[in-house]
């Protein structure tokens, strides 16, 4: 691998995860470009050519300058699509916005794409589609994991009944969303409980995700990257562990063979190099899966020892394979 090809780094100002890869990177002697959707304008410029006066092998061909380094399309070796945020024009007319906008996505989006020699971890439009928890439960369910009785409704009845037939139910968001207060207050929507008393008509104006709750008494997180398989147990009290990461203790875990393939198999499915799987552990030592984050955050789990950090490196490294 030439050591002029980079690694093209898609994310936002502040990535604390992004940075450890850059920094592993950087001591390998690996080349960065690192940029943000965001950019567009004086901070990001590119040029993509397409068409007969091009080498069919090398398309799109062009060039992607920011503000510290300039770089050819069809020379970045691999590209990790981290959490980029896209320009939102504020200062023009909501019609021109919104022009701007899709202009930046289909354009700028279009051709990071399209690279034709570039390892993508992962590739934005597999990610899209992994991030769909139906596909997920139903890819889980044809490898055969162990799936819990799950219900995805704006029926109020089906609801009502699916609550009934279990003895205890969760529910959880079928994509986060940024949602904030009118007085600026980010909020979280956590997986809770939930009764027939909590759900009414207001259930019908959108789908909703119902599951049978799990007696669990660990969870586990798995971060996968390539052909590396990382298992976490994460035990506290919590239903969602998310909701206070002081409360969380962490071991290192070995997976079941059958389980280690089937999680490998699901990201296979979506075309990801890697993801992150959220599972959980019952008093009898079964695994139940839960859900996939095809771009998961892992940065904090470098605390148990685990090699994440390097596992990314080499990938990117690495680059594409004949």
């Known amino acids: 691998m030439n050591d002029a090809e ?3 780094v898609v994310t936002e100002v502040d990535d604390v995860t992004a ?3 850059i920094t592993e990177l950087n001591k390998r002697g690996v080349p960065i470009v690192r940029f943000d959707p965001s950019d567009i304008g004086d901070g990001l410029q590119m040029s993509a050519r397409f068409g007969a006066s091009t080498d069919s092998s090398a398309t799109p061909a062009g ?3 920011t503000l510290s380094r300039d770089t050819t399309l069809e020379r970045v070796r691999a590209m990790y699509w981290r959490r980029p945020t896209w320009p939102h024009f504020d200062h023009l007319d909501a019609p021109d916005a919104r022009y701007a906008e899709a202009q930046v996505r289909h354009g700028l989006g279009g051709t990071l794409y399209a690279l034709p020699n570039c390892r993508y971890v992962n590739h934005p439009l597999s990610n899209r589609t992994a991030e769909h928890k139906p596909l997920q439960l139903a890819t889980a369910q044809r490898l055969g994991l162990t799936v819990p009785p799950t219900l995805i409704s704006n029926d109020l009845k089906a609801i009502r009944e699916f609550i ?3 003895d205890s139910v969760i529910f959880k968001a079928l994509r986060w969303t940024p949602y904030r207060r009118a007085d600026g207050v980010g909020l979280t929507t956590w997986t809770e409980p939930v009764t027939a008393d909590h759900v009414d008509e207001r259930v019908t104006v959108t789908p909703h995700l119902f599951q049978a709750q799990v007696p669990k008494i660990a ?3 798995v971060v996968i990257v390539g052909p590396k398989v990382f298992a976490i147990r994460i035990d506290s009290d919590l239903l969602d562990w998310r909701a206070d990461y ?7 875990m070995d997976l079941p063979t059958g389980v280690e393939r089937a999680l490998i198999a699901h990201l296979d499915h979506f075309g990801l190099a890697s993801g992150s799987f959220d599972l959980c552990i019952t008093p009898d030592g079964g695994l139940h899966w839960l859900e996939l984050n095809p771009n ?3 940065g904090w789990l470098e605390e ?4 994440i950090t390097q596992a990314f490196a080499d990938l990117l490294e690495q680059g594409a394979t004949p």
């Open 164 to 166: 009934a037939e279990h």
């Open 19 to 21: 940075d450890m890869v």
């Open 246 to 252: 002081s409360a969380l203790t962490y071991t290192p």
């Open 296 to 298: 998961g955050q892992w």
């Open 304 to 307: 148990t020892g685990l090699p």
């Open 63 to 65: 060039t992607l300058r």
């Open 219 to 221: 969870d586990v997180r």
């Open 6 to 8: 980079p690694v093209a």
